[in-house]
């Protein structure tokens, strides 16, 4: 039964039906949150690009009345981009979000592999700079190798129970993060 509907079963961290009830309209958002950008570079590592990872940038609306919400409201990934790919289409969302008076609170990526620390936030910085836009500030995350990639989808899918984590009806990414999700 289980390769019949893979995507569902009390085996399963998350149902179709957990999932359709995080669903909203744009119109329906909090009028005021702030907006991380979370940054997957998989060009940035040979292994990851041979085995087809995509490079992804993801957008998440915080709500700023402090009910912990997050909510899904883009994301665009490829396996193909070039670093100038990558950094084009991360400027142009985030000028988008600032000439919508949206504040983008910070950029998220993991840390840097090479032991080149800080070369790659001064390449976006460099990209804004070019772009005559402000950066905003930059985090890196230390991940550990041994925290796998299942892993942190089951702990992400507890938010997504427990009713903190919303997706914009329309939002560009969403069916393909909807789809990791339910292969967990």
């Known amino acids: 039964q289980m390769m019949c509907t893979p995507g569902s079963g009390e ?15 744009r119109k329906d958002l909090p009028t005021v ?13 040979e292994k990851r690009r041979a085995s ?34 990558f950094t084009d289409k991360l400027v142009e969302i985030v000028q988008r979000y600032r000439k919508q008076l949206k504040r983008v609170r910070a950029i998220t990526d993991e840390t840097g592999v090479g032991g080149k620390t800080g070369t790659w936030e001064m390449h ?5 700079a070019m772009a005559d836009l402000y950066m905003p500030p930059f985090l890196e995350i230390q991940r550990s190798h041994m925290t796998r ?3 942190r989808l089951v702990e992400a899918a507890g938010y997504w129970i427990d009713g ?7 939002a560009p990414g969403a069916p393909k993060l909807v789809r990791q999700m339910l292969q967990i």
């Open 149 to 151: 990639k299942i892993s």
């Open 124 to 128: 976006l910085r460099n990209c804004f």
């Open 52 to 85: 087809g990872d995509e490079s992804v940038i993801v957008v998440m609306g915080h709500d700023v009345n402090r009910t912990g919400n997050v909510y899904f409201m883009e994301g665009w990934g490829s396996n193909t981009w070039r670093i100038e790919d």
């Open 11 to 25: 085996h399963m961290p998350l149902t179709e039906e957990q999932i359709s009830n995080l669903y909203c309209e």
């Open 33 to 45: 949150m702030h907006y991380t950008v979370h940054l997957d570079t998989a060009f940035k590592d």
């Open 164 to 170: 903190a984590f919303h997706i914009v009806k329309d």
